[in-house]
Nanobody, 128 residues
Framework: QVQLVESGGGLVQPGGSLRLSCAAS????????IGWFRQAPGKEREGVSC????????YYVDSTKGRFTISRDNAKNTVYLQMNSLKLEDTAVYYC?????????????????????WGQGTQVTVSS
């Protein structure tokens, strides 16, 4: 089982930026597809982005395209989610999850069942 730990959440004003980190211990993250998901109060968890293993193919939910960027730093065994131009509606608990490379492929990269191992989440609050 892959153990994942998210960090980097916090309180930010609209238009601000945060960078979330997803770190793994004892496993090499580059062997896995990594997805970022979020769950806002009263809403279902939704897929935000994913990055495949190897070539690092990426996908984004439409609401974050052009604002969020997912990336890997293999030397640090960490996947990042850079979030810019944050909006009130980005407020949520953000989770990273690991799955086989097939998890981060079209058309269903955003389906939770594709990812086996999940972190505990980090809170992102966008508020003025």
């Amino acid at each position: 089982q892959v153990q994942l730990v998210e960090s980097g959440g916090g309180l930010v004003q609209p238009g601000g930026s945060l960078r979330l980190s997803c770190a793994a211990s004892r496993f090499t993250l580059d062997y896995y597809a990594i997805g970022w998901f979020r769950q806002a109060p009263g809403k279902e968890r939704e897929g935000v982005s994913c990055i495949s293993s190897g070539r690092g193919v990426t996908y984004y939910v439409d609401s974050t395209k052009g604002r969020f960027t997912i990336s890997r730093d293999n030397a640090k065994n960490t996947v990042y989610l850079q979030m810019n131009s944050l909006k009130l509606e980005d407020t949520a608990v953000y989770y990273c999850a690991a799955g086989p490379d097939s998890a981060c492929t079209e058309p269903s990269w955003f389906r939770q069942y594709r990812y086996r191992d999940w972190g505990q989440g980090t809170q992102v609050t966008v508020s003025s």
